[in-house]
C-alpha cells in the first residue's frame, strides 16, 4: 500500500524558516518524480514544486523560486521541502504527492499524503 | 491565481447528471493532457480521471472526462451524496509562473 506522510509544519514567524518531509512506502520511490502541492485555508489546490526521481531536474512556481527549496534522499525514501523567507501568504497546508508520466509525459498525482499545516504569523 | 477556470459550484439532485467545465489556453490544456481529482471535506484529493479521459481502477465509470480545444469536462451520472466534493482539473502549463497548474475548483453539492 502507498503511503506519503508529510511532517514538520508549524507555526512561525514571517521571514522564519522551516524545513517539511514526507516519508513514502509501498513503492519504488527512486523510480518516481514527487511534487509539492499547497492549499492556502478555505482556498484551491496550488502547484508549489518538483524534483526527479534522482534529484537533478527540480522546478518551482514564481510564488516561492527563490526562498523554496526541494529535495530527495532516496536512500530514505524521503521528499523534503526547504522553506526560506516565509510569509503571511505561505500559510497553506502542504501535501507531498507522487507523479506518474502519462501521454506526452505529462503528469498526474496518483498518491497524495493527508498534508502538513504550515501557518505564517506574527 | 488560477489560470484554469472552473465554475465555482454546481448542483443536482440524487441519480442526476453534472459536468464540469475547465478552461484554459493553449500553453496548457490545448497541448496537454487533463487530469481531475475529488477532494471530500477534509481529505486530500483524489486522483479521479487522467489522460483526459482513463479512469484508475477502482473509480467508478460514473465518473467520465473529455476535453475539446482548450476546455475540459468532468461528467458525473447517478449522482450521489458521497459525490459531495470540490473538484480540481489540473495540467502542464508551458508558460514561465508555473510548471504545473490546478483549476479553481469547483463545488458540487447533492440537492
Known amino acids: 500500500e502507498v503511503q506519503l506522510v508529510e511532517s514538520g509544519g508549524v507555526v512561525v514567524q514571517p521571514g522564519g524558516s522551516l524545513r517539511l518531509s514526507c516519508a513514502a512506502s509501498?513503492?519504488?520511490?527512486?523510480?518516481?518524480?514527487m511534487h509539492w502541492v499547497r492549499q492556502a485555508p478555505g482556498k484551491g489546490l496550488e502547484w508549489v514544486s518538483l524534483?526527479?526521481?534522482?534529484?537533478?531536474?527540480?522546478y518551482y512556481a514564481d510564488s516561492v523560486k527563490g526562498r523554496f527549496t526541494i529535495s530527495r534522499d532516496n536512500s530514505k525514501n524521503s521528499l523534503y521541502l526547504q522553506m526560506n523567507s516565509l510569509r503571511t501568504e505561505d500559510t497553506a497546508l502542504y501535501y507531498c504527492?507522487?507523479?506518474?508520466?502519462?501521454?506526452?509525459?505529462?503528469?498526474?498525482?496518483?498518491?497524495w499524503g493527508q498534508g502538513t499545516l504550515v501557518t505564517v504569523s506574527s | 491565481q488560477s489560470v484554469l477556470t472552473q465554475p465555482p459550484s454546481v448542483s443536482a439532485a440524487p441519480g442526476q447528471k453534472v459536468t464540469i467545465s475547465c478552461s484554459g489556453s493553449?500553453?496548457?490544456?490545448?497541448?496537454?493532457?487533463v487530469s481531475w481529482y475529488q477532494q471530500l471535506p477534509g481529505t486530500a484529493p483524489k486522483l479521479l480521471i487522467y489522460?483526459?479521459?482513463k479512469r484508475p481502477s477502482g473509480i467508478p465509470d460514473r465518473f467520465s472526462g473529455s476535453k475539446s480545444g482548450t476546455s475540459a469536462t468532468l461528467g458525473i451520472t447517478g449522482l450521489q451524496t458521497g459525490d459531495e466534493a470540490d473538484y480540481y482539473c489540473?495540467?502542464?502549463?508551458?508558460?514561465?509562473?508555473?510548471?504545473?497548474?490546478f483549476g479553481t475548483g469547483t463545488k458540487v453539492t447533492v440537492l
Open positions: 504527492a507522487k507523479a506518474v508520466a502519462g501521454q506526452l509525459g505529462v503528469y498526474y498525482f496518483d498518491y
Open positions: 509501498g513503492f519504488t520511490f527512486d523510480d518516481y518524480t
Open positions: 524534483i526527479s526521481w534522482d534529484g537533478g531536474s527540480t
Open positions: 493553449s500553453s496548457n490544456i490545448g497541448n496537454n493532457y
Open positions: 489522460d483526459n479521459n
Open positions: 489540473g495540467t502542464w502549463d508551458s508558460s514561465l509562473s508555473a510548471f504545473y497548474v
